[in-house]
């Protein structure tokens, strides 16, 4: 574990030094996982006290805090020091509470706390995602919700991968081996362990991590080859192949 922090650390050593972060606005027509979690907070009026695991330098933290006024409590957390430093320099907020945390290391020492929590982009770096997320479910009240989103493996773009027999990275070019950036990855595939569709998340959290409810919300994430509103219906039609993986849980 503290080769992949000391990874995280290197890898996003830049954001302590970020000035300012973009502020993603409520759209009807999502085309990135912030604005997919943003539409869903706003439409289905979801405030109280929230926490957002592996939290980055902040962007959905400023987003979400500047769109949804219904939010009482934001606790804003990540594994990287430099990524929480963003935060603290960029978020201006009352609301804001800004803590380290290693999920991975995490017991759940006070439940039913929570009435969201936010997950982007995190559950497929974990090692341990079954016992990570039994933790997280302690963690919220007894109305309360993950809001979960990894890479679909399954998507159309990986599913062309796999045709031409190429390994279907999330997080990388060549196979894994190429970040986007041009250079060799320093982990493969820039730290992903663990590949997702709808389904296998979806078993895994209802018959293995005992979440009750698990519910599609599906929206377009990358290259949106025929524009966003055709995505985002496609999304709608048939996540398994347009859509990221996002699924609300619920106890």
């Avoid at 869903?40 to 929230?50: A, Q, T, W």
């Avoid at 293995?208 to 599609?216: A, D, F, I, L, Q």
């Avoid at 377009?220 to 398994?240: S, V, Y």
């Amino acid at each position: 574990m503290d080769k992949l922090k000391e990874f995280y650390e290197a890898h996003y050593s830049d954001d302590a030094e970020k000035k300012e972060l973009p502020v993603f606005k409520y759209t009807k027509n999502p085309v990135n996982r912030s604005q997919a979690c943003i539409k869903y907070f706003v439409d289905n009026k979801i405030g109280g006290e929230i926490l957002e695991l592996g939290a980055g330098n902040g962007t959905l933290v400023n987003s979400l805090l500047i769109s949804n006024p219904e939010i009482k409590r934001y606790v804003a957390t990540d594994l990287s020091a430099p990524r929480l430093q963003s935060i603290k320099n960029n978020v201006k907020s009352e609301k804001l509470e800004v803590k380290e945390l290693d999920i991975e290391n995490f017991k759940a020492e006070e439940t039913g706390q929570f009435d969201a929590v936010i997950m982007l982009a995190l559950i497929e770096h974990l090692l341990d995602p079954i016992s990570a997320m039994k933790e997280v479910k302690k963690l919220l009240k007894t109305k309360g919700f993950v809001f979960i989103e990894t890479p679909n493996v399954a998507d159309i773009g990986h599913r062309l991968k796999l045709l031409r027999g190429r390994f279907p990275s999330t997080a990388s070019n060549n196979e894994g081996l190429i970040s986007y950036k041009g250079k060799p990855v320093k982990f493969f595939d820039n730290g992903h362990l663990h590949y997702f569709t709808f389904r296998s998340l979806t078993n895994m959290l209802k018959n293995y991590c005992g979440y009750g409810e698990v519910k599609k919300v599906p929206a377009p994430t990358g290259t949106l080859f025929f524009g966003k509103k055709i995505h985002n219906i496609l999304a709608k039609i048939k996540p398994e192949m347009f859509s990221s993986v996002f699924v609300v849980a619920k106890p």
